[in-house]
């Protein structure tokens, strides 16, 4: 397991979610990595886009990456841990995210067209919650983008 700690603690983190976004573009999934890190810095849990390989529709990264780190902790609450992500979480993502009763969520690129964290809708921070998700945005914000654009341009 990878710990991370001082200043800027949210870049490696995301590294270590854009290869696991660029492995899943090179599987031909769309190319989003997530991880969950622990309250002490650790990755507890990752995960990659797998709906083409797995042919379910739930396999989102951030899907992946949440049930990784509840199996390793044994519980279903995350609620000490932070999601980190490639790409602003989707509807589904967000409410997973929720459930699991994270307090925060870092991403790097927005989701203009199905973002539910800030761009299109807001639902992690919705006014309503009992305990609203903190979300810093922008790590690595170029990067995460040009993997995408990349994946879809080689595929017009």
Known sequence: MTTWAGEGIWEQPMLRALALARAAGDAGDVPVGAVVVGPDGTVVGEGANEREASHDPTSHAE???LRAAASALGRWRLDDCTLVVTLEPCLMCAGALLQARMPRLVLGAWDEKAGAC?????VVRDARLFRPVEVIAGIEAQACADVL????????
């Not at 800030?118 to 807001?122: E, K, L, R």
């Not at 654009?149 to 017009?156: P, Q, V």
């Open 63 to 65: 899907v992946v990456a």
């Open 118 to 122: 800030g761009s299109v809708w807001d």
């Open 149 to 156: 654009t990349d994946f879809f341009d080689d595929r017009r």
